[in-house]
Nanobody, 123 residues
């Protein structure tokens, strides 16, 4: 079965950068779109960014546009989320998710989820 494992979270300061990784296994990675979502304490799980099967299409939440980038290496079954100019509002648990259907911006469009990696941005 499909498994997703996130890594790269940690404690950083405002303005710092961080790169999250999501390693995919259990199926043909290049057939899946992958998204990143985040969930702050007591909040809903919100869309952050997503990338299509061959990286030709990408989507970002307005709150991270021009600060975050998303990329994938199909040879390594990995998707990366590069986060720059981090702010305290970026503090959350970050989850990656995979969809065999299409790139989406809503939780319900993704069939498979990782366990998350925590990002904390101090002021």
């Amino acid at each position: 079965q499909v498994q997703l494992v996130e890594s790269g979270g940690g404690l950083v300061q405002t303005g710092d950068s961080l790169t999250l990784s999501c390693v995919f296994s259990g199926h043909t990675f290049s057939q899946y779109a992958v998204g990143w979502f985040r969930q702050a304490e007591g909040e809903d799980r919100d869309f952050v960014a997503a990338i299509s099967w061959v990286a030709s299409t990408q989507s970002f939440a307005d709150s991270v546009k021009h600060r975050f980038t998303i990329s994938r290496d199909n040879g390594k079954n990995t998707v990366y989320l590069q986060m720059n100019s981090l702010k305290p509002d970026d503090t959350a648990m970050y989850f990656c998710a995979a969809s065999s259907r299409h790139l989406g911006t809503h939780r319900g469009e993704y069939e498979h989820w990782g366990q998350g990696t925590r990002v904390t941005v101090s002021s």
